[in-house]
C-alpha cells in the first residue's frame, strides 16, 4: 500500500526541500519506491533544457521512479517571488485547476512513499482568491508540517496546525528543522512544539553545514508515516 504526503512549511526559507529529500532518501534507505512534486516553483533558472528549479532538481534526484522534470515540477518560473506574483508577470493564471492534473498523475504512479511539496506557508495565494492549500484539500492528502526552528515558530507552526486542521486534513507529523542554531531556550522550544502540537515530531534536524539529503536523512524517522498508511 502506497503512502502520500503534501509537506509544508510554517514559512518561507524554513526548509520545507531540505527535509522532503531528506525523508525520501530515508525512505529509499527502506527500499520503498519513491517520487515528490513540486507543482509551481518561482526563482528558476534558464538552460538548455528549459526553466528548473534547484528545490525540483534536489526533490527529483531522490526520486526512485523515472520520472522527468516536468512529472516533478510542471509549472516552472522564472520571477523569484510569490508564485501568484511570478505568474502574473508572465501572463499566467495561476489556479488548482491546471495544478491539480500533473500531481494526481504522479500520484497514479503509485510509489511506496511520494511527496507533494508546497510553496512558502500553508496559505500562499494563487489566482483568482484561491491558495495552494486548495490543493491540497483536492489532493485530500495528509500534512506534514516543516517547523522552522527560530524565534517566533511556536506561534507560526500552532497558526498553521490549526489552519490545517480547519481545512479538514490531517496533520500526520511534523519535523523541527532548527533554521537558526542560536535561538534562544532552543530545548525548552522543541519541548512546547512537542507539547502543543497534536501529531508526531518526526525529527529535529540541526543547522548541518551542507545539508545533503543523505545526512538529514539520519536525524528523521518515517515508522509514525508508514503506520498510519
Known sequence: MSAAFFIAGTDTDVGKTTVAAGLLCAARRRGLSTAAGKPVASGCVAGPDGLRNSDALALLAQC????????????ALEPAIAPHLAAREVGL??????????????LARRADFSL????????????????????????GLPVILVVGVRLGCINHALL????????????????????????????????????????????????????????????????????AR
Do not use: F, K
Open 116 to 139: 507533494i511539496e508546497g510553496a512558502g506557508g500553508w496559505r500562499v495565494p494563487l489566482s483568482g482568491g484561491e491558495h495552494l492549500s486548495d490543493l491540497a484539500i483536492a489532493l
Open 64 to 75: 526512485s521512479l523515472p520520472l522527468a522534470y516536468q512529472d516533478v515540477n510542471p509549472l
Open 93 to 106: 493564471t495561476l489556479e488548482v485547476a491546471g495544478l491539480l492534473p500533473p500531481m494526481q498523475q504522479l
Open 160 to 227: 498553521s496546525a490549526e489552519a490545517i486542521a480547519c481545512d479538514g486534513l490531517p496533520l500526520a507529523g511534523w519535523v523541527a528543522n532548527v533554521v537558526d542554531p542560536a535561538t534562544s531556550r532552543l530545548e525548552d522550544n522543541l519541548r512546547t512544539l512537542e507539547e502543543q502540537l497534536a501529531a508526531p515530531c518526526l525529527g529535529c534536524v540541526p543547522r548541518l553545514a551542507e545539508a545533503r539529503a543523505e545526512d538529514v536523512a539520519g536525524y528523521l524517522q518515517l515508522e509514525p508515516l508508514l503506520r
